[in-house]
C-alpha cells in the first residue's frame, strides 16, 4: 500500500486559478497507461502500445442532489497491486484464474471514491459511496470518446425493453446516427491496431449500462428508469408487459455500496478476446454455501427440432413417451440433462401443474434411473409472482433446474430479480439458465448454480430468418462469449450452404457445414451446453453424435490459436489429460496448421471431424479420421465455405 503528496499539476486561467491533479497508472507489463485527472470533472484516458485508444473518458454520478465528479474536492489516494489466483466452482474458460493488477482509489470530500484498476489486458473503474440511508441515483455519467477513424460492432437496439440477441454491426463510428444506441457488450477499434470491448461487471441492485452514440467520436451511458407500474401487453399476457409509469431516477439503493465495475478489454490482436476473463475477476466472491451438487454437462433439448422424432412406434409430440425417448437418447451418450421446453405445464402462466399428455413425476423418475436430470422451463412473469413456492414445487420434485424465459428488461428490479432467482434456486440446488437476457455481468461467480445466459443471436434463428451467418457465428465469440457464457444452442443437423439455405420452423436447418457445427462444442463456452437437434437425427448420423457427445462443456486450460472477428477462430482447451481443437470460417474457405506444440510430452490419439470433400456444395459432408500426433506435430485442415473442424486430443 502507497500513500503520497499529491501530484499537482498547475493550470494558469485568466480570473482564475485551477488546480489539476493528475495520476498515471501503469499496467504490469507496461504496455497500457491509465491517466487520471481530476479537477472541474474527473476524466481519464488510455494509452497502450504508446498510442491513445480511449482518447478521454468523463465520468460522474448524480444522487439527488449531488453531482459527485463536478468539482469534487479530492482528499487522498491509494495505490496498491494484487496477485492472487482464483478458483472458480464452474470454469468457463480456466480452472485458475490469474488476477494480477495495480490500483487506485480517489477518495473524495462528499463521501465517495473511484476505484481504478490496469490490467495487462484492460483497464475498470467503479465508484463507491459512504452516505449513509437510501439515496436515489438519477443518473452515472460516461461521456466516452475514441480516437479518429474508429469503428465500432454495434449491437444497435430499438428499446431497452428487449431479449438483447443483437447483430453486430461493423460501422466506422461517424456512421453510427446520433442517439442510436446499444446494448452491451460493444466493441470498437482501428484496424491492425488495437480493440476494446466495454461492458460492465458486479452488477447488483442497479439498472444496466446502455451506450448512445453522440456527436463525432462520442458516446454516453443511459441507463433504463425504475419501473413504477406496469401492464400486461396484449395477446402476450403471460410473457411481455408495458410499462406504464417510470420513476424519474435510475435506482433506489443503499448510500454505502460499490457502484458496477466499467471495464474495457483492451489488445491489438482479435484472439486475446477469446481468453479475457475480466468479468469474473471484477465480480464479487462466492455467496453459495455448497457448490458439489453443481453439475455442467449437455443438454437433449426438444423445442429447437420441434419434437420431430421419426423411426419409432408412437406418435410423438409433448407426451410422456417422447420425453423418455429423449431420456434415452441423454442416457446412450453420456449427456447430463434433458430439457422440458414449453408445452409441459397446464398453461404458460400455470406452471405447477402438468400438461395432461405428460408425467412429469414419471419423467422425472424415468431420467432418475437412466442418470439424466431434469430441466424446467418456464416463464419469468408468473414466476416472479410466486417465486420461491414454484422453486420449492420443482426441487421437491426433483428437477435438477430451471430454464426462465422472457425476462425482457434490464432495469433495476430485473436486476435485482435475477440475484435472487439465482439465490433461491441455490438454496434449493437447482441450476439456471437464464433466455430472453440481458448478458451475463458476474453473478455467476457469487452464484455458480447461474449455468449459462441466452442474450445472444443464436441457432433457434435459422428457423425464422438468415440473419446467423457463419460472419455472425464467427462475431459472437470474441464479443459476446466474451463476457460470460452463452446458451446459443447449437448442433443443427440438417445444414445448407448460402444458396441452399431457407428458413423452416418445423424442420430447421443451418447455415454453415456440419462441421461448422460441431466445432461450436469447443469453440462456444456454455456450462449447460445443448444439443439442438432431434435425437432421431443424431441417432441415423451416430458419428457427429459420437464426437460431440465427448467434448466437455468445462475447461482447465483455453489457448486461442488465431482469430479474426467475423472471420475466423481457431483454439484449443483441456479438460483434465485430454485437449480439444476447434476451429470454425465464415464464407470464405480457408486452410489452417494446427501446431501442437502446446501438448506435454507423449503421443495422443486424435479423432478429428472436419468438413469433406464436397462440403462447400454439400453442407453435411464431412468426415472422421483418427491419427496420433505428439508436441511435434502440424496439421494442415481445409475449411469449406462456413466450414469448420473439431477434435478430440486423448493420451495413448
Not at 65 to 76: E, R
Not at 102 to 119: A, G, N
Not at 216 to 240: M, N, Y
Not at 602 to 613: Q, S
Amino acid at each position: 500500500m502507497k500513500k503520497g503528496i499529491l501530484p499537482i499539476v498547475l493550470y494558469f486561467m485568466v480570473f482564475s486559478v485551477h488546480a489539476e491533479q493528475v495520476f498515471n497508472l501503469t499496467s504490469k507489463d507496461q504496455q497500457t497507461v491509465l491517466t487520471v485527472e481530476v479537477g472541474e470533472e474527473i476524466s481519464w484516458s488510455v494509452k497502450k502500445y504508446g498510442q491513445n485508444v480511449i482518447k478521454k473518458a468523463v465520468i460522474g454520478l448524480e444522487i439527488e442532489n449531488q453531482k459527485l465528479g463536478w468539482n469534487s474536492k479530492l482528499k487522498d489516494y491509494h495505490e496498491n497491486e494484487m496477485e492472487e489466483t482464483l478458483a472458480p466452482v464452474v470454469p468457463l474458460k480456466q480452472s485458475k484464474v490469474n488476477n494480477s493488477y495495480k490500483s487506485l482509489e480517489l477518495k473524495f470530500e462528499d463521501r465517495f471514491s473511484i476505484q481504478f484498476r490496469v490490467y495487462n489486458e484492460g483497464v475498470a473503474y467503479r465508484f463507491l459511496t459512504q452516505i449513509p440511508n437510501e439515496i436515489n441515483v438519477h443518473a452515472e455519467r460516461m461521456d466516452l470518446t475514441f480516437p479518429e477513424g474508429s469503428h465500432s460492432f454495434f449491437p444497435q437496439e430499438e428499446g431497452m425493453y428487449s431479449h438483447y440477441e443483437r447483430e453486430y454491426f461493423k460501422m466506422d463510428i461517424d456512421e453510427i446516427e446520433n442517439g442510436a444506441f446499444c446494448s452491451l457488450p460493444v466493441m470498437f477499434g482501428k484496424e491492425e491496431e488495437f480493440k476494446v470491448l466495454f461492458s460492465e461487471a458486479d452488477l447488483y441492485d442497479y439498472p444496466n449500462l446502455f451506450l448512445k452514440k453522440g456527436e463525432g467520436q462520442a458516446f454516453q451511458a443511459i441507463f433504463p428508469k425504475v419501473v413504477l407500474e406496469t401492464q400486461p401487453k396484449p395477446s402476450e399476457e403471460d410473457r411481455s408487459v408495458n410499462i406504464t409509469k417510470e420513476a424519474n431516477y435510475i435506482a433506489a439503493t443503499q448510500g454505502e455500496r460499490s457502484f458496477p465495475w466499467r471495464f474495457f478489454m483492451i489488445d491489438k490482436e482479435d484472439k486475446a478476446f477469446l481468453e479475457n476473463d475480466m468479468v469474473f475477476k471484477l465480480s464479487r466472491p462466492l455467496k453459495l454455501e455448497k457448490t458439489d451438487w453443481i453439475k455442467p454437462g449437455k443438454v437433449a433439448w426438444d423445442w429447437y427440432n420441434a419434437n420431430n422424432i421419426f423411426g419409432v412406434d408412437f406418435e410423438s409430440g409433448l407426451n410422456t413417451v417422447t420425453y423418455k425417448y429423449y431420456i434415452d437418447f441423454a442416457a446412450q451418450y453420456g449427456l447430463e440433462y434433458v430439457i422440458l421446453d414449453e408445452g409441459w405445464t397446464k398453461s404458460t402462466t400455470e406452471i405447477t401443474e402438468f400438461n395432461p399428455e405428460m408425467d412429469v413425476h414419471e419423467i422425472i423418475a424415468y431420467g432418475k434411473e437412466k442418470g439424466v436430470g431434469i430441466i424446467l422451463w418456464c416463464l419469468w412473469v408468473p414466476l416472479d409472482a410466486d417465486l420461491e413456492n414454484i422453486l420449492q414445487t420443482y426441487s421437491d420434485w426433483g428437477a435438477k433446474g430451471i430454464k426462465v424465459d422472457f425476462m425482457q428488461r434490464a432495469d433495476q428490479y430485473m436486476v435485482n430479480s435475477y440475484t435472487k432467482i439465482a439465490r433461491e434456486a441455490g438454496k434449493r440446488n437447482l441450476l439456471v439458465d437464464y433466455h430472453g437476457a440481458f448478458k451475463p455481468s458476474g453473478l455467476r461467480r457469487a452464484y455458480p448454480n447461474v449455468v449459462s445466459y441466452e442474450g445472444v443471436k443464436g441457432s433457434e434463428n435459422h428457423k425464422w430468418g438468415k440473419l446467423v451467418t457463419p460472419e455472425h457465428n464467427l462475431t459472437l465469440p470474441f464479443i459476446r462469449m466474451a463476457v460470460g457464457p452463452m446458451d446459443y444452442t447449437p448442433g443443427a443437423m440438417s445444414n445448407a450452404q448460402k444458396e441452399n439455405f431457407t428458413p423452416r420452423f418445423e424442420r430447421p436447418m443451418s447455415q454453415g457445414t456440419r462441421a461448422h457445427q460441431a466445432a461450436m462444442y469447443v469453440l462456444y463456452e456454455s456450462p449447460l451446453q445443448m444439443l439442438c437437434d432431434s435425437p432421431s437425427a443424431y441417432l441415423k448420423d451416430s458419428q457427429t453424435v459420437e464426437v460431440i457427445a465427448q467434448i466437455p462443456t468445462v475447461w482447465d486450460e483455453t489457448i486461442a490459436l488465431d482469430g479474426k472477428v467475423g472471420e475466423m477462430a481457431q483454439m484449443v482447451r483441456r479438460n483434465g489429460e485430454n485437449w480439444y481443437l476447434g476451429a470454425m470460417t465464415n464464407w470464405d474457405a480457408r486452410d489452417l496448421n494446427f501446431d501442437f506444440s502446446f501438448l506435454p510430452e507423449g503421443t495422443y490419439e486424435l479423432t478429428l471431424l472436419r468438413d469433406g470433400k464436397n462440403a462447400h456444395r454439400y453442407a453435411e459432408d464431412y468426415v472422421v479420421e483418427k491419427m496420433e500426433v505428439g508436441p511435434d506435430s502440424q496439421l494442415e485442415v481445409h475449411l469449406a465455405p462456413g466450414g469448420g473442424c473439431v477434435g478430440i486430443l486423448k493420451k495413448k
